[in-house]
């Protein structure tokens, strides 16, 4: 998280009624994009506050962003792998725990896997 | 082990120190030895099959990966430092090469990455960082640490002290330092600045007054003087005070009393005076300007500390310093400067030194956005050519200048600078000395 550039966003309405929530695919295409202003702990853990974001779902994450974000009042679901569709499944369904590692399952299409902490 | 080439691979990659791991061309994990297993706390187990970015975790994965550098290009990387985040959430320190992997044909089949813990090495660095500070000042430059030696002397004693020097290169640290270290650190310690009130309220404002001295003097007025009593008074800027001031000053300092204004009996002062001045005081006396016996009541023990244009190898160190703190004080995370932004604050001439460059750093945590401060970020004033300091003849400002420059090309690297320049590293040093850049 402390190098990530790029965050994808998943807002409430994909989960409770869209495709996420009901078990459908979720393409890193199909989420918004968002860019922040700064990267430091604090001020990233602010913007992030400040737009709404509730959970924060990423890779590697340093003990002073871990911090930030918990006294900004945001959930963190850190050190998880594997694509973002995955990841996302696994969210939907409760089942997504820190550390976790979601793997490629076998599809008849191949997904792009893009790296950093999104 | 003929039959099992792959385990001889193992052994060999597992008796290296450093880490060592290979992908293949879709960055999956090939091979982890057991040194990246303990600097990044992840087995090889568990890495293998994985993303490289998704095990290692360092700062330059998403932006800046060398391993696709070297895809890229077919070129090794060699020593680059970056961060890594191991397990616990802690950025490790280490030196990253790579290079690719090639079949019979030229084919590119993967990279290796190879990877040194600089842990041990930081905390080198940062006990050579807390040798080079001293009650809160920052220096290795050889005067000053002749300077850090002779003041815990200076502080058990309780003679006058003259600090000189230009503004902005801490007299007010070095007189708060001996104040630390004195016995009488327990009492109070009162900073006045003489430039800065008119010389009737200086008066009042060192001395006191009492109760009707002059019209609007309703009650009685404790000076800065009764204020430090028991303790150290330091009193900057001492040359910009009137004549008549400097004849009660002298008495402080001969008998140790004073009189408030409107007192009709002297008080006593148990106060140590350290007193600092960035003018020349020697020229002020043979001038007429100041007082010749005060100049010697004040002048018992001289500190005169040198600009930061003569100390140009405290740069970096003070840039780490205040670059820490502004972190600390504005909740940023900066690591630090690039070599072009340094380059650029070491060849700066820092007219007003130390001060100076703790506003330039300032400046640039309010324009950085990002972790590294870029000469962007910092003063214009900084980017524009430098006018000589003239000293003495054009031909002299001129060595003097280049000697400066080329040294902060090589971040004070004189053995590379000497080489630069075609002369002898001895020669080198002897103009360094001459020019007071040494």
Request: aromatic letters at 6%; one cysteine or more; charged letters at 25%.
């Amino acid at each position: 998280l402390d190098c990530a550039s790029r965050f994808l966003l998943l807002e409430p309405d994909a989960l409770d009624g869209g495709q996420a929530g009901q078990g459908g695919q979720v393409n890193e295409a199909d989420l918004d994009e968002l860019y922040l202003d700064c990267r430091a702990p604090h001020g990233m853990a602010e913007q992030l506050r400040h737009l709404g974001v509730a959970v924060v779902i990423c890779g590697g994450v340093s003990e002073v962003y871990e911090q930030r974000l918990k006294a900004a009042g945001l959930d963190l679901i850190g050190w998880v792998s594997g694509p973002v569709g995955e990841i996302i499944k696994a969210y939907c369904r409760g089942t997504l725990q820190p550390g976790q590692r979601c793997p490629q399952r076998r599809r008849r299409r191949g997904r792009a896997h893009t790296p950093g902490g999104s | 082990l003929v039959k099992r080439p792959e385990l001889q691979w193992k052994k060999i990659l597992d008796s290296i120190a450093d880490g060592v791991f290979t992908v293949d061309t879709q960055m999956r994990l090939t091979s982890f030895n057991r040194a990246a297993e303990r600097i990044t706390g992840v087995s090889a187990e568990e890495a293998i099959g994985q993303y490289c970015f998704e095990v290692f975790r360092a700062n330059i994965c998403e932006s800046n990966c060398a391993l696709r550098q070297s895809f890229e290009t077919g070129r090794e990387i060699v020593g680059l430092r970056v961060d890594v985040l191991g397990r616990d959430g802690h950025h490790i320190p280490i030196s990253v090469s790579t290079a690719v992997l090639r079949d019979e044909s030229g084919n590119i089949t993967g990279g290796v990455e190879t990877f040194r813990d600089l842990s041990t090495e930081e905390e080198l660095r940062k006990e050579i960082a807390r040798r080079y500070t001293w009650q809160d000042i920052i220096s290795k430059n050889h005067k000053m640490q002749a300077i850090f030696d002779i003041l815990p002397h200076v502080a058990e004693s309780e003679s006058t002290v003259l600090v000189e020097g230009e503004s902005g290169t801490g007299k007010e640290l070095v007189a708060r330092a001996i104040h630390n270290l004195s016995p009488r650190s327990q009492g109070p310690y009162v900073a006045v600045n003489c430039a800065a009130l008119p010389d009737t309220l200086l008066e009042s404002e060192l001395f006191g007054y009492l109760k009707g001295a002059f019209t609007d003097a309703k009650k009685d007025k404790p000076g800065r003087f009764a204020l430090a009593e028991g303790g150290t008074i330091f009193l900057d800027e001492v040359g910009s005070i009137s004549a008549a001031l400097q004849v009660k000053l002298l008495r402080v300092t001969q008998e140790r009393q004073y009189e408030p204004l409107g007192a009709v009996r002297p008080l006593k002062a148990d106060v140590r005076i350290v007193a600092a001045t960035n003018r020349d005081l020697a020229a002020l006396v043979e001038e007429g300007l100041f007082r010749d016996d005060l100049y010697y009541r004040l002048n018992v023990v001289r500190i005169k500390l040198p600009p930061l244009r003569e100390r140009g190898e405290d740069v970096p160190l003070l840039v780490t310093h205040f670059i820490r703190r502004f972190n600390a004080k504005q909740h940023k995370e900066i690591a630090g400067v690039s070599d072009e932004a340094l380059a650029m604050l070491m060849r700066h001439s820092w007219p007003g030194n130390v001060r100076e460059l703790e506003n330039a750093v300032e400046h640039a945590f309010v324009m950085c956005r990002g972790e590294t401060i870029l000469p962007e970020h910092l003063p214009q004033e900084l980017s524009a050519p430098q006018e000589a300091v003239p000293r003495g003849s054009p031909l002299v400002s001129a060595e003097q200048e280049a000697l400066r420059r080329v040294l902060a090309e090589h971040s004070g690297n004189r053995a590379a600078a000497a080489r630069q320049l075609g002369v002898h590293r001895s020669t080198l040093w002897r103009k360094l000395k001459r020019h007071g850049l040494a």
